[in-house]
């Protein structure tokens, strides 16, 4: 089970966490992500993060501003979110890799767990 916390209300330019923590098999040794859905639109990629040798991927949206790391003693993938604008309003998701491919960890393609989202609110 993948469970995300750490959403919240914050003002412009402020910061959240985000965590996710994996309960028995769930997290992966694969790559884990993090997914965003703002309400009527579509789900988009935010971040991921291949667990060999620790590579990370940002959405353009996103590079510079957000950081996905892993605590892998915990089980526990996290998105640290600093400059936060009102378009980074959403429900966010963290996911469960089953494949390193990019263009898989982007699409959505390359997850085979979802976990429950938290919703992050960014007010002006």
């Known amino acids: 089970q993948l469970q995300a916390s750490g959403g919240g209300l914050v003002q412009v330019g402020g910061s959240l966490r985000l965590s996710c923590a994996a309960s028995?098999?769930?997290?992966?040794?694969?790559?884990m992500g993090w997914f965003r859905q703002a309400p009527g639109k579509e789900r988009d990629f935010v971040a991921a993060?291949?667990?060999?040798?620790?590579?990370?991927y940002y959405a353009d949206s996103v590079k510079g501003r957000f950081t996905i790391s892993v605590d892998n003693a915990k089980n526990t993938v996290y998105l640290q979110m600093n400059s936060l604008k009102p378009e980074d309003t959403a429900v966010y998701y963290c996911a469960r890799g089953a494949r390193s491919i990019l263009s898989q960890l982007r699409s959505g393609s390359g997850y085979d767990y979802w976990g429950q989202g938290t919703l992050v609110t960014v007010s002006s």
């Open positions: 993060i291949r667990l060999r040798p620790g590579s990370t």
């Open positions: 028995g098999r769930t997290f992966s040794n694969v790559a």
